[in-house]
């Protein structure tokens, strides 16, 4: 969080202060929290260690899911003639310090699902491939999230 990893060419820290001199990483007996990994924090500033799980498993920071539903200006969905024109994209940390982009086609109705995204904001962007119009939408991907996108064209394409 505070310094840049070996290797990693997607960090964009650092995302807090350094920690070691903040209140926040000590215990309510001064003493620095302990963290070697998981899911869970240690104090043992109280003479007994007290251990706090923050999560249930490293899988709710890594596989959340994005879920939306295309249409265009007309309110339409794109049907079986239009919906292999739409790209949906996402653009996000793979894990060990690169970025990978992960695509969909939406239905005929345009739904699409992005699913094994990591915790993190990001732009995702909804191509309509033979027409000059892309659709942004900065997205905010929580642990344990589902996130759902509305996503209109801004022109009726179909």
């Not at 001199?21 to 963290?35: E, I, L, P, R």
């Amino acid at each position: 969080m505070v310094t840049r990893p070996s290797g990693y060419t997607t960090w964009n820290g650092p995302y807090i202060a350094d920690i070691a001199s903040g209140d926040f990483a000590k215990d309510g007996w001064g003493v620095a929290y302990s963290y070697s990994g998981g899911v869970t924090i240690q104090s043992t500033g109280s003479g007994a260690t007290i251990t706090k799980q923050f999560a249930f498993a490293t899988t709710d920071f890594t596989a959340n899911t994005i879920q939306g539903v295309v249409h265009d200006a007309a309110g339409l969905p794109p049907g079986s003639a239009n919906n292999t024109n739409i790209t949906v994209s996402l653009t996000h940390p793979n894990g060990a310090g690169g970025t990978v982009t992960t695509s969909v086609t939406p239905t005929p109705t345009g739904a699409f699902t992005l699913s094994s995204i990591p915790v993190g904001s990001y732009p995702l962007q909804i191509i309509h491939n033979v027409g000059p119009d892309t659709i942004i939408i900065q997205i905010d991907v929580l642990p344990l999230s589902m996130v759902t996108v509305p996503a209109t064209f801004g022109v009726a394409l179909w």
